[in-house]
């Protein structure tokens, strides 16, 4: 519940504002899920090493250097990690496409307008493998919505 109230709900508005006033200018949607038992910093300090998943800015030791971090093994997982999201963000910088893969050029599409209007939404969902799913948990979603007119984006 809290995790719609104050992270997926305030995101999905600002998808929705994005669709409505940057018309043309593609928005990408992407879910951390990549549970690693010692890197995913936020998650280990605020819940502690026993509990498992992933936090709500766990994706930014895999970004950036931290004095949490410690340097991996070329072969690890996170390192995979790493080297993905670090993939994904800078082939965007420079090109505006996060899909930086050649042989998955095209598996990460902007988020549809008149699927949302439907209730679908996708994202990449960013764990061992890259994987475009279904939002998880979209139908709670929009109970917040129905509290909210559309016409108030801003």
Request: proline share 4%; charged share 25%.
């Amino acid at each position: 519940m809290v995790s719609h109230e104050y992270f997926w709900f305030p995101i999905y508005r600002t998808v929705l504002s994005r669709l409505q006033y940057a018309r043309g200018a593609p928005t990408y949607l992407y879910r951390f899920d990549f549970d690693s038992k010692h890197f995913n910093h936020l998650r280990i300090l605020s819940c502690g090493k026993k509990v498992r998943g992933t936090c709500h800015g766990d994706d930014l030791s895999y970004l950036f250097y931290n004095s949490l971090a410690r340097k991996l093994k070329i072969h690890t997982r996170e390192y995979k990690c790493i080297e993905r999201l670090v993939g994904l963000w800078t082939h965007f910088a420079a090109s505006g496409n996060p899909n930086f893969d050649p042989e998955q050029e095209d598996l990460w599409q902007p988020v549809d307008l008149a699927a949302v209007e439907k209730h679908q939404l996708k994202c990449l969902n960013i764990s061992d493998e890259l994987k475009v799913i279904d939002v998880p948990d979209l139908r709670k979603l929009m109970v917040w919505e129905s509290f909210f007119r559309r016409d108030e984006l801003l």
